[in-house]
């Protein structure tokens, strides 16, 4: 059945991925793409599908209430894939106002501009929010993951927004009966991901021989999914999750920051034709960040059982896919890392 979609943040890393899967997979959509174009989006992302007849880019803001109110009348959504964020912890810590702006304020003025237009007609539509495991807060005994019921813990001011739009969201399917759906992901790598970023600033650090920032003692521990399957998750929770399901999504692949940048260095010195050791020289331990949660790990056995959703790719594949693609688009990464990003990286790591 055709139907208009509206995806927010789609010219960032994982919408742009969204938005792609969306256009060419389901050719009866209309997808929408709203985003701001914030130093984190960017329409180059989706050159190649730009032209499509079911797809349209609308820039604008979602803390600008009237102007969703206008955009909803414009094209009557029959559902929203919300994943515009602010979605940077270091920049949640020298300024979580944004991080409120856009995160809470900016997913509540969504979720009324839905329940307006809809008027409480929620035959075949759905409200999908995109958000992260990091609502949990950390975790420190090994064998203990986060399952969709564990309790919320959020210690950084990126993950207290979005564990607040979480709830939310949940309090519109609880108060109004807006059916929505939600996932918390844990942290995705792949094509298009900003150099702010570990895995993308330590592949322009590599290239460039310019010091690989590892913060404290590089201990902290994180579950990695290559992000396709993270856009593969969405498409099938958006398309087959029950109303007010929320899911899991992770790729059971936890890495030390620290052995991650050894991996990353050793698959980049071979692809560089360099000795296979050289990078690592260029390892730099940094000043840790504050109230750096010690350890996330996902236990999405509800995704894969309900749904049949299993990652695509190992992590050793996902990666090498990734420096691939990197080294091949390196216009891409010249062109964001310029301006900007220089002085951002200055106060950051000098
Ligand atoms: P990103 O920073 O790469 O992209 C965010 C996009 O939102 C950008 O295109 C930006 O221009 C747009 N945006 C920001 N503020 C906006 C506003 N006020 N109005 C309209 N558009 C705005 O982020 P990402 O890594 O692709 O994350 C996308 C979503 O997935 C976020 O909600 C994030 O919390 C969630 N998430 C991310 C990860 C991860 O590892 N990156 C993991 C789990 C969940």
Same mark, same amino acid.
């Given at each position: 059945m055709s139907k208009t979609i509206l995806i927010t943040g789609g010219a960032g890393f994982i919408g742009s991925?969204?938005?792609?899967? &969306?256009?060419?997979? *389901? !050719?009866? *959509?209309?997808?929408?793409?709203? $985003?701001?174009?914030? *130093?984190? %989006?960017?329409?180059?992302?989706?050159?190649?599908?730009?032209?499509?007849?079911? +797809?349209? &880019?609308?820039? %604008?803001d979602i803390v600008d209430a009237g102007f969703l109110e206008g955009l909803f009348n414009k094209y009557n &959504? $029959? %559902?929203?894939?919300?994943?515009?964020?602010? !979605?940077?912890?270091d920049r949640s810590i020298t300024d979580p106002l944004a991080f409120v702006m856009t995160n809470v304020i900016g997913t509540v003025n969504l979720l009324m501009a839905a329940k307006k237009s809809w008027n409480g007609n929620y035959e075949g539509r759905r409200f999908y929010h995109v958000s992260t495991d990091e609502v949990y807060g950390e975790l420190h005994d090994p064998k203990e993951f986060f399952v969709e019921d564990t309790s919320y813990d959020p210690r950084s001011p990126y993950s207290a927004s979005k564990a607040s739009s979480d709830h939310f969201v949940r309090a519109y399917n609880s108060t109004y009966g807006m059916p929505v759906v939600l996932s918390n992901c844990s942290n995705n790598y792949g094509p298009n991901h900003f150099p702010e970023k570990l895995i993308p600033l330590m592949i322009n650090n590599i290239k460039n021989k310019k010091p690989l920032p590892v913060y404290g003692k590089g201990e902290n521990i994180r579950d990695w999914l290559y992000v396709l399957d993270h856009a593969r998750a969405i498409d099938m929770i958006y398309h087959n999750a029950e109303d007010g399901e929320t899911y899991n999504i992770g790729g059971n692949n936890e890495w030390t920051n620290i052995d991650l940048v050894h991996l990353l260095c050793d698959v980049m010195d071979k692809k560089l034709g360099q000795e296979v050791g050289e990078s690592r020289e260029l390892i730099t331990y940094v000043k840790d960040r504050a109230g750096h949660d010690l350890r996330y790990a996902i236990d999405a056995t509800k995704l894969m059982n309900n749904l049949g959703w299993e990652p695509s790719v190992t992590f050793e594949e996902g990666l090498e896919k990734t420096v691939d693609w990197y080294l091949n688009n390196w216009e891409w990464?010249?062109?964001?890392? !310029? %301006? $900007? *990003?220089?002085?951002? +990286?200055?106060?950051? +790591? !000098?």
């Open positions: 991925h969204v938005v792609r899967l &969306f256009v060419n997979k *389901y !050719s009866d *959509y209309t997808i929408v793409n709203l $985003d701001k174009l914030t *130093y984190a %989006g960017n329409l180059q992302n989706l050159k190649d599908i730009e032209n499509a007849p079911n +797809y349209h &880019f609308e820039k %604008g &959504f $029959d %559902g929203v894939i919300h994943l515009a964020a602010e !979605s940077h912890v990464i010249e062109n964001i890392t !310029s %301006g $900007d *990003y220089q002085k951002y +990286y200055q106060e950051m +790591y !000098s």
